[in-house]
């Protein structure tokens, strides 16, 4: 069908042409941060990208689309042009110096961002990892032999072992400072106090994002202090340049915040995923029936599941106050059930009623 082959070549030439104009977008969004990192001003203006937003709703109405559809396709673009102008902002500001990094893990999924990250400000990463080398990244074969005068030095091995790295630290602590960056701190509780009384420059962080993270507008970024503020405040200046939150927190709150932030909401797409898999009810059949809350919930549910199992052990099971939340979520679906089955419609309002107050709280993000 020589008709049903040219339409589908305009259809290519014009996506070619929508691609190249977001080429152009993003060509303009990396002069305008170019000029606010001159002028000092924030790479994010809210205000500006609400009118962007509007016009953007505008325009695809009056053009016959539907203005959601405008306004998907602009915050797109926009996210696109953050990542670009944060990038940039993080490699203009330069704080590395050429200076040190030892990545411990840094073969890691999360080993791995910090190395592109401390690179791209200009530090000089080094990478120590059992698990072999990163490509591109100078290699040291065993840690425990080298010199350790590095600045700066990262732990980013599975929580068990970096604990054990933090202990082997303190017997003796390097000049630089040490951080690690477990989502848990409960695990790593002695090794962190150990190389702190050892007078190490020590601190601890936790990134609340994965490793594909590319614009950190947004995410939080928590600092637990040791009692040691100037290597706490070292830490923090390596994300002065991003969009990022930083988030100070103690070491005790950390984790049992941590067990309904990270384990509950683990656990609850665990069980989803549970539930739907032992139902005997075919994936394909559910798919036909779908709704938008199972549809929303499912896109959540598999983003779980394609995680690394060892790790979410790992937060559940690690967690000195994991077991807390878990309770408190078996105590929620029994009060939801015996409602449900005691046919209690006016239990069943309090209980959305009382969420409904909770989300409503929240501070807006």
């Known amino acids: 069908m020589p008709e049903l082959d040219d339409l589908r ?206 614009l950190l507008s947004g995410r939080h970024i928590i600092f637990v202090d040791l009692g040691v503020p100037g290597a706490t405040a070292e830490a923090r200046a390596l994300f002065a340049s991003t969009m990022a939150n930083l988030v100070d927190m103690d070491l005790e709150s950390h984790d049992r915040l941590i067990a309904y932030v990270l384990g509950l909401s683990h656990a609850l797409n665990i069980a989803f995923f549970t539930a739907l898999a032992e139902s005997g009810e075919a994936a394909p059949r559910l798919a036909t029936l779908s709704s938008t809350t199972f549809d929303a919930q499912l896109q959540v549910a598999s983003r779980v599941a394609a995680e690394n199992p060892d790790l979410y052990f790992e937060i559940q099971h690690l967690n000195d106050y994991g077991t807390e939340s878990l309770t408190a979520l078996l105590y929620a679906i029994e009060r939801l059930r015996s409602v449900v089955r005691a046919g209690d419609l006016e239990g069943f309002r309090g209980l959305m009623e009382r969420g409904r107050a909770y989300l409503g709280s929240r501070p807006p993000r």
């Open 9 to 214: 070549a305009q259809l290519a030439a014009i996506d070619r042409e929508i691609l190249e104009a977001a080429a152009r977008r993003n060509a303009v969004a990396q002069q305008i941060g170019a000029v606010k990192r001159g002028l000092g001003k924030a790479t994010r203006d809210f205000r500006q990208e609400r009118d962007v937003i509007e016009r953007a709703r505008t325009a695809a109405s009056e053009l016959g689309l539907a203005a959601s559809f405008g306004e998907e396709l602009m915050l797109a673009l926009i996210r696109t042009s953050l990542t670009v102008q944060e990038k940039d902002q993080v490699a203009a500001r330069g704080e590395g110096g050429g200076r040190r990094v030892l990545v411990i893990g840094g073969r890691g999924n999360m080993g791995r961002w910090f190395v592109r990250f401390l690179s791209s400000q200009g530090f000089a990463v080094e990478v120590a990892d059992p698990a072999g080398p990163v490509e591109g990244v100078p290699y040291v074969e065993d840690w425990k032999a080298a010199t350790l005068d590095h600045e700066i030095i990262v732990v980013a091995a599975p929580m068990p072992a970096s604990n054990q790295i933090l202990h082997d630290l303190a017997a003796s602590p390097p000049r630089g400072l040490v951080f690690d960056v477990g989502s848990l701190k409960s695990p790593l509780r002695a090794g962190l106090r150990a190389l702190r009384d050892a007078g190490g420059k020590v601190t601890s962080v936790h990134p609340m994002f994965g490793p594909d993270t590319e």
